[in-house]
């Protein structure tokens, strides 16, 4: 964003051993959920391997489809639009269909301007993806309510970070944010997203993003708890 408003731009499945002491039908059941408990584990590892390797994410998404946000303040859907921003809205598919959305905080939301977010909880995650850069789309659409764009520091440097617009954005038109997509429901609840940080560190109250690549989710659910978190992103069938 402008230079001055958007620089700096596993699982452990652990099974009781007190289900030896348990009756037949309560071990039974203990037996018949382990599969699904390291299934589940399995998937998280694949998840976090996928995550850890962005070279590996480059699949074309579909010419159009929706994503399900699941938040600390409700759902919300996005549709994507390929044809606005290709480049943008292949690595946003791959992103999602990874699982890179799950626990990621909504860390710099400007009233009036815009919510961002983007950065990985997992400081490892974030320092695989910090130079994955994508080439810039041409802006097809406006930034206008309910858009959403990448944050960027310059030309040609989209990575993760993501922001929907709260207003009339058009001045980041002619500075080469190129919007993917739009809120297609759940505006309001992108609305109620918690602001109460206004713009970040240096300049502002809320989180240094330089310590938010370093130190992930426990710098900022020890020092900003009010902040507002996407809990899950899923593509819609």
């Keep these: 964003m402008e230079n001055r408003k958007f620089a700096a731009i596993a699982a452990a499945?652990?099974?009781?051993?007190?289900a030896a002491c348990k009756p037949e039908a309560e071990q039974a059941a203990v037996s018949q959920e382990q599969p699904v408990a390291e299934a589940t584990a399995k998937?998280?590892?694949?998840?976090?391997?996928?995550?850890?390797?962005?070279?590996?994410?480059?699949?074309?998404?579909?010419a159009s489809f929706k994503v399900l946000f699941n938040t600390t303040k409700g759902d919300f859907t996005l549709e994507v639009n390929r044809d606005w921003a290709p480049l943008g809205a292949d690595r946003f598919y791959n992103?999602?269909?990874?699982?890179?959305?799950?626990?990621?905080?909504?860390?710099?939301?400007i009233g009036g301007f815009m919510a961002q977010f983007g950065i990985h909880g997992d400081p490892a995650v974030s320092?695989?993806?910090?130079?994955?850069?994508?080439?810039?789309?041409?802006?097809?659409q406006s930034n206008k309510r309910g858009y959403i764009s990448y944050a960027m520091a310059?030309?040609?440097?989209?990575?993760?970070?993501?922001?929907?617009?709260?207003?009339d954005n058009s001045q980041l038109d002619?500075?080469?944010?190129s919007p993917?997509?739009?809120?297609?429901?759940?505006?309001?609840?992108?609305?109620?997203?918690?602001?109460?940080?206004?713009?970040?560190?240096?300049?502002?109250?809320?989180?240094?993003?330089g310590?938010?690549?370093?130190?992930?989710?426990?710098?900022?659910k020890a020092d900003f708890p009010k902040l507002d978190y996407i809990k899950s992103a899923s593509i819609l069938k």
């Design 13 to 18: 499945i652990i099974l009781s051993t007190a």
């Design 43 to 62: 998937e998280a590892s694949k998840n976090m391997s996928s995550l850890l390797n962005p070279a590996g994410l480059t699949e074309q998404a579909p």
């Design 95 to 109: 992103l999602v269909k990874a699982g890179y959305f799950t626990d990621i905080a909504f860390f710099r939301v």
């Design 127 to 140: 320092a695989a993806w910090r130079g994955a850069r994508i080439q810039d789309d041409p802006v097809k």
């Design 154 to 167: 310059g030309p040609n440097t989209r990575t993760t970070q993501l922001f929907i617009s709260f207003g």
């Design 174 to 177: 002619s500075m080469g944010f």
């Design 180 to 209: 993917f997509g739009k809120v297609a429901s759940g505006m309001d609840v992108v609305d109620a997203l918690h602001d109460g940080y206004g713009e970040g560190a240096p300049r502002g109250m809320g989180p240094d993003q």
């Design 211 to 220: 310590r938010v690549q370093m130190q992930g989710n426990a710098y900022l």
